[in-house]
Structures are given as structure tokens and as C-alpha cells.
């Protein structure tokens, strides 16, 4: 049975993450959303480590549960048609600064374990080079293959995934901090790197541009921050409910186990496109080249975006699929839907509303947006809505690209469709 997984996540120790970003939380929003798995985050913190520990106990191999006196403070707020099994995996990101190849590098890593000890092992060679108490996402001074080498000494069955690789600032491939190769940065140690995390501004198609990418399987999750924003990206597998299967379907590229990811639409991501945020300049790749990489407004240099990063290293064109890639499908999350059905805030009472009352009729949102029948939400008096989600699931969509930190603004109506009323016939 299919079951979906987002496996980068933030606890509330984080920084900029919201204070409710705890367990209990994480164990409702999974339900509401239909995530299966769903990693831990930010274990290499000692509170935080210490609350996973109080509160979890393990289930499948390699995965954990949350204990019943914990999980039933949230159970009567999960709606009947919602309620499913919970496990959560061990996850944690590390950012790694350091000068290599005369430059600084600033790379950002997602470490898996599967139990507390491997976890604990890791978090006490780390704390030995740095300062892993002040943020749940540590800054550590030390070579990104120098981490990987500690992640595997704690346990052979530690995985490491380059986060959002794309990201100018924090990342393997980032225009601002990285290198040109994933060889580039972890040398003898690349063959122990079998996944790749794509991130919120680039999907599977653009990745596939660049040929040297072709062994590693790409994977999406939400690195969100707050209870609502898990499964903006997700996986989808269809293996056995243990660390153990998904490392090794992941690993091997499995079709039959690994199904591939759901993705936000990449012009949506803050760091899609080129610009300029202080001053409001929003570029293409072309729009850059021909203003010499600086902003036309006040002349400073623009951040490069994945966009125009992943067009510089490419070999391949716009379109090209390899032969092993792994299928994927673009989603807009509900409530930013719901937000432009009814000329409201993502996060209004009225979205609150709807989006509450469609869990209850049709089940959690991930089954809403990829397979509910679009005849039976026009039957619930949501036909505006099902027009939303056909014209979703089609591709369908508007978006002003995001840049420089800030994130796009995706419509699937035209202003004139509201405008002339014409959103009435559907």
C-alpha cells in the first residue's frame, strides 16, 4: 500500500520556527494531511532530543511511534475520516561552513538514523566540534565530507541527503556557496551519497537538465516550520513501513518501492528566479545576463537563482527525461487554494472553515488534492473548488516566479475570470 513520507522537518528550536512545532502537533498534522512517515527533526539538539526520548517508542524497525497517554491529547481533534497510523523517522539538518577551494562553503546536510543510539553517537562526536545548543539546526565550522565521515562512523545505516540543493546561499549546488559537482564537495566519500533533496524552487524536471545528477535519486520534502506547511514537497513509497525498506528502496532506485515525490510548482520557491528584494526586482536568467548580474535599480548584485543555477550547469535541454527517473506531480497546498476560491487569506477563518468541514466529508488533504473525485466535491457544493483542483492537477496554473527570499504568488484563475463573473458557469 502507498504510504507518503516528509522526512526534513523543524522542531520549535529551530530558528524562525513556530513554538508549535512539538510532537503532539506534528502527530495531528500528519493525519490531517495524509503523511504516513515523518521525520523528527533537529534530534542533534539536547532538548529536543530529550523530548523524542520521553515520548517516543519504536514501532517498525527503524521507526517510532508516539506514545498513547501523548497521542491521545490530540486524537479527538483529528477528524474520523483522517485518522491513521503515525511514525515518525529520526531526522536532523546540519549547516557546515568552511573555506575549500579558496572559497567559503555554506552547505546545508539532512541526517537520517534509525534508533537513539546511532542518533546519540552522532550528536556526541558533534558536540565535540561545535556548539549543537544554540539552534536546532547547529552551524558547525567543518568540512561537509568531514560530516559525512561522522555520520557514518556513528552507524553504517546513517543516510546523508544534500539539502535543497539548488539554494544560492546553503547549499551543494548553490550559486553563492557551493560547488559545480556533488563530487566536488564530498570527493572519495560521493559514492555513500545516493539522494539528493531537491527543494522548493526546483522540481525533478529541472534537475534532470544536468546529466551528472543522473545516479542519485532525487527526493522532496517540506523543511517546514510550522505544523501546517508539512507536505508542501513530499515522497511517496510503497515499501515495507520500515527505515530499513525506504533507505533501500531509495538507495537501490527501486521503482516498484520508491514512487516518486510530490512538488510545490518551483516558481512558487523564494529562490526561483533572480533578483533583487530591496529593490522589488524580480529577473529571468536572460534579464541577469544582460545587466551584467546587477541589479537594474540600484546597480548592486543580484542573487542568483535556481533557475539560472541549474541552466549554467546543465547539458541537457528543457524537457529531457533520463530513463530511471522517478515520475513526480505538482500540488498547491489546500488551504492556499481554498485562500483563492474564496478571495480570502490562506489563513483566514473562512479557509480554517472549509478546510476543516472537507476533511470531515472527504478525508485528508493529500487524497483531496491527487484522487478525490472532482463529481463528488461538485455534489458538496464545492464546484469552484473542484475547477481549482482539475485545473491543478492539469498544470494549469499562473505564477508571478519567486526571488531573492521571497516566495511566488501562484493563481489558478485569471483576474478576469472573477472579473466577468465567469467562474459562475463551473
Known amino acids: 500500500m502507498p504510504f507518503i513520507a516528509d522526512l526534513h522537518i523543524h522542531s520549535r528550536f529551530s530558528r524562525a520556527t513556530s513554538p ?33 526520548r520521553e515520548k517516543l517508542e519504536p514501532a517498525e524497525p527503524g521507526l517510532f511511534q508516539l506514545k498513547k497517554n501523548y497521542a491521545a491529547s490530540r486524537d479527538s481533534e483529528i ?71 561522522l555520520v557514518l562512523d556513528a552507524s553504517p545505516d546513517n543516510t546523508c ?47 534532470w537538465r544536468v546529466s551528472r545528477l543522473d545516479p542519485f535519486v ?6 517546514a516550520h510550522s505544523p501546517e506547511k508539512l507536505g508542501r514537497e513530499a515522497n511517496i513509497f510503497d515499501s515495507e513501513l520500515s527505515y530499513f525498506a525506504m533507505r533501500d528502496a531509495l ?30 526586482r524580480c529577473m529571468s536568467p536572460e534579464e541577469t545576463k544582460s545587466h551584467n548580474g546587477l541589479c537594474p535599480a540600484c546597480g548592486r548584485k543580484v542573487t542568483v537563482g535556481v533557475m539560472h543555477r541549474v541552466a549554467l550547469l546543465s547539458d541537457r535541454e528543457a ?9 513526480f506531480l505538482s500540488a498547491i497546498p489546500m488551504s492556499e487554494v481554498l485562500g483563492e476560491v474564496y478571495g480570502v487569506g490562506a489563513k483566514s477563518k473562512k479557509v480554517t472553515q472549509h478546510y476543516q468541514k472537507l476533511l470531515e466529508t472527504f478525508g485528508n488533504e493529500f487524497f483531496i488534492l491527487r484522487d478525490c473525485s472532482l463529481s463528488q466535491l461538485k455534489d458538496a457544493g464545492y464546484s469552484l473548488f473542484a475547477e481549482a483542483l482539475k485545473r491543478i492537477r492539469a498544470g494549469t496554473v499562473h505564477i508571478s516566479p519567486g526571488y531573492d527570499g521571497e516566495y511566488g504568488v501562484i493563481k489558478v484563475f485569471e483576474p478576469w475570470e472573477r472579473q466577468e463573473n465567469q467562474l459562475a458557469l463551473f
Not at 33 to 51: N, R
Not at 86 to 95: D, K, N, T, Y
Not at 264 to 271: L, N, R, T
Open 20 to 52: 508549535q512545532m512539538n510532537l503532539e502537533n506534528l502527530y495531528q498534522w500528519a493525519q490531517l494531511k495524509g503523511i504516513t512517515v515523518v521525520g523528527c527533526g533537529d534530534f542533534t539538539h539536547p532538548q529536543w532530543f530529550a523530548e523524542l
Open 79 to 149: 477528524p474520523a475520516t483522517c485518522r491513521a497510523a503515525v511514525r515518525f523517522m529520526l531526522s536532523a539538518e546540519i549547516s557546515t561552513i568552511y573555506k575549500k577551494g579558496e572559497r567559503t562553503r555554506k552547505i546545508h546536510t539532512v541526517i537520517l538514523a534509525p534508533d537513539l543510539i546511532s542518533a546519540g553517537k552522532l550528536n556526541a562526536a558533534l558536540q565535540e566540534r561545535g556548539n549543537i545548543k544554540s539552534d536546532g539546526r547547529p552551524i558547525l565550522g567543518m568540512d561537509c565530507k568531514l560530516l559525512l565521515q
Open 161 to 207: 541527503i544534500p539539502a535543497h540543493i539548488w539554494t544560492p546561499h546553503f547549499s551543494v549546488l548553490g550559486a553563492a556557496s557551493g560547488f559545480d559537482a556533488v563530487e566536488e564537495c564530498f570527493e572519495e566519500l560521493t559514492p555513500q551519497i545516493f539522494a539528493l533533496e531537491t527543494g522548493l524552487s526546483s522540481d525533478p524536471a529541472m534537475n
Open 218 to 223: 532525487l527526493v522532496s520534502n517540506s523543511d
Open 251 to 280: 538507495k537501490t532506485k527501486d521503482h516498484k518501492r520508491f514512487l516518486g515525490t510530490i512538488e510545490f510548482f518551483p516558481a512558487e520557491g523564494k529562490y526561483h528566479y533572480d533578483g533583487h528584494r530591496a529593490c522589488s
Open 319 to 327: 524537457g529531457c527525461k533520463p530513463q530511471q527517473a522517478f515520475p
